[in-house]
C-alpha cells in the first residue's frame, strides 16, 4: 500500500486557488464561496483516494470527509496558508484523522464502551480489514514520527495527499532530492513495520 506512487494534483495555473487562500485569510467572505468551488473537486478525490479500500457501504462518504474537512480547514482563522500546496497537504491530513478517528470509534463500538454496550444499527458496519489497516499505517508513522517527523510529513504529503515530489519539497521548503531520498527511506520503513506486525 504504502509503496504506491501519489497522483499529482490538478494543476492552477494561474495561482487562482493561492490567491483564494490570501483573500480568505484576510476575512473575505465571498472568497470563502469561491474558493469551496475552486478546491472541492479536489478535496473529494483526496477523500476517495483516502477511502479506496473502504467497504462499499461504509457510513461515511468522501463528500462528506471532503465537506468537514474544508470547513474545519476554513474556519482556522489563525492559518496562514502560504499556497495551495499546503492547504492540500493539510487538508489530507485532516481527512486521515477523521478516518482514523472513525476507524477508533468502531473498534471501540464493536468490542463494547465501559459501562454500556452500544449496538450499531447500520446494516453491515462491522469495522473492516481497511480499518485495521488505516489505523495501522497511522500507529506505523506515530513510531516514525518520534525516528524522523520530516519522514512522516513527506508520507503525508505524498500518499495522503497525493503532492508530487516538486510540491511536496515546496511545502516543506526542502529540496526535491531530500524528499525523494526521505520518501524512498519511508517506505522501506513502514513496509517494514507493517509486514514485521
Do not use: C
Request: no cysteine.
Amino acid at each position: 500500500m504504502i509503496g504506491l506512487p501519489a497522483t499529482a494534483m490538478s494543476p492552477d495555473p494561474r495561482g487562482e486557488i493561492t490567491l483564494l487562500l490570501q483573500q480568505v485569510a484576510s476575512g473575505d467572505r465571498a472568497a470563502a464561496d469561491r474558493l469551496a468551488d475552486a478546491v472541492y473537486t479536489e478535496l473529494r478525490r483526496i477523500a476517495r483516494r483516502l477511502m479506496a479500500h473502504e467497504r462499499r457501504d461504509h457510513t461515511l462518504q468522501p463528500t462528506v470527509i471532503a465537506g468537514e474537512a474544508y470547513v474545519n480547514l476554513v474556519e482556522q482563522r489563525d492559518r496562514n496558508w502560504q499556497n495551495r500546496a499546503q492547504f492540500f497537504a493539510v487538508a489530507s491530513q485532516a481527512m486521515r484523522r477523521l478516518l482514523v478517528d472513525y476507524g477508533r470509534r468502531r473498534r471501540a463500538l464493536k468490542r463494547g464502551a465501559p459501562l454500556q454496550r452500544i449496538e450499531s444499527d447500520v446494516p453491515g458496519d462491522d469495522l473492516s480489514e481497511a480499518y485495521d489497516e488505516m489505523l495501522a499505517i497511522s500507529e506505523a508513522l506515530d513510531r516514525l514520527n518520534a525516528i524522523d517527523p520530516r519522514q512522516v510529513r513527506i508520507v503525508e504529503l505524498r500518499y495522503f495527499g497525493g503532492l508530487t515530489e516538486e510540491e511536496t519539497a515546496e511545502v516543506l521548503g526542502i529540496s526535491t532530492r531530500t524528499v525523494k531520498r526521505d520518501w524512498t527511506v519511508a517506505r522501506s520503513w513502514l513496509h517494514a513495520e507493517l509486514t514485521r506486525r
